[in-house]
């Protein structure tokens, strides 16, 4: 958390020193408790089961 806190401060000075380099919001330094690899990988799974199945009963 110390590091995300000092990158929040290097950008807000970054912003306030050179105003005009700056058009919109900067970077969302929040930390992120829980990262996963692929979150949706067995529902894309399930679905392109499901969508060869019913190919499968069309033909």
Do not use: F, M
Not at 6 to 28: C, F
Not at 31 to 59: F, G, Y
Request: hydrophobic residues 35%; charged residues 30%.
């Amino acid at each position: 958390q110390a590091i995300l806190d000092q990158r929040v401060a290097l950008y807000e000075a970054a912003r306030q020193s050179q105003p005009l380099r700056w058009k919109g919001a900067t970077r969302n330094w929040t930390r992120i408790h829980t990262v996963h690899l692929n979150p949706d990988q067995d529902d894309d799974q399930d679905a392109i089961t499901t969508a060869r199945n019913q190919e499968r009963k069309a033909a």
